[in-house]
């Protein structure tokens, strides 16, 4: 079945740091693929999302590009702030095939002033 | 309408007693999620409804868990005679109406509850 895999965390950067959050998947068709926040004490919210090979969604200076010859969706911010403490999850969704999302297990950001 | 509402934000519940989550929609939106997502784990699907008729139901899904959708409007999932192992956020989230990839599900603040 489908499945999504992030990598684990938790993630701690400092201030203005790069960020790279990895996530691949795997889908016997041709998934939506989203990443979602969810910040302390909050349910999710959408980061961004992708609909098809080589998309690149962007918001609030993230970024990430639906790679269907590596089956990824990697999450990169240039500078991080420390408002972007959170907890990130790659999911996907295949709307022809399932009528669901799946997410992977999500990944603890932690950013130091 | 400002977004997809759920009530309670909290509950803690002694084992063994009955509870009940209630989730509104966005007022246009036709299908209807419920997910359940424990400590250090992403959600997990549990059941779906479009309009208010209940299409598919995860294994997660005990015969302790029902879930409704009487009017296609708001939806209450009740867990019954609760155990420990139920201790988790409950996550709804409402999909307009569009052809596939332009689906996008917006999610609700959840219910957490703790069973002690």
């Known amino acids: 079945g489908n499945s999504v895999t992030q990598m684990e965390g938790p993630v701690t950067l400092s201030e203005e740091a790069f960020l790279t959050i990895n996530c691949t998947y795997t889908a016997t068709g041709y998934p939506s693929l989203f990443w979602y926040v969810q910040y302390p004490g909050e349910g999710l919210q959408l980061l961004l999302k992708a609909t098809k090979a080589d998309d690149k969604g962007s918001n609030k200076g993230f970024e990430a590009t639906y790679r269907k010859e590596t089956t990824s969706f990697h999450l990169e911010k240039g500078s991080v702030q420390v408002s972007d403490s959170a907890v990130y999850f790659c999911a996907l969704s295949d709307w022809d095939r399932d009528d669901k999302i799946i997410f992977g297990k999500g990944t603890r950001l932690h950013i130091l002033p | ?116």
Request: aromatic share 10%; proline share 4%; net charge positive.
């Open chain 2, 1 to 116: 309408d400002t977004g997809v509402s759920q009530d309670p934000r909290h509950k803690i519940t002694k084992r063994g007693q009955n509870v009940t989550f209630r989730c509104d929609p966005i007022s246009e939106h036709n299908r209807l999620y419920w997910y359940r997502q424990t400590l250090g784990q992403g959600p997990e699907f549990l059941t779906y409804f479009q309009n208010e008729a209940q299409l598919e139901k995860s294994r997660l899904l005990s015969d302790r868990f029902s879930a409704e959708r009487p009017k296609g409007s708001f939806s209450t999932l009740e867990i019954q005679r609760t155990e420990q192992g139920d201790s988790a956020m409950y996550l709804c989230a409402s999909i307009q109406p569009r052809q596939g990839a332009l689906r996008e599900a917006f999610f609700g603040q959840g219910t957490r509850l703790t069973v002690v």
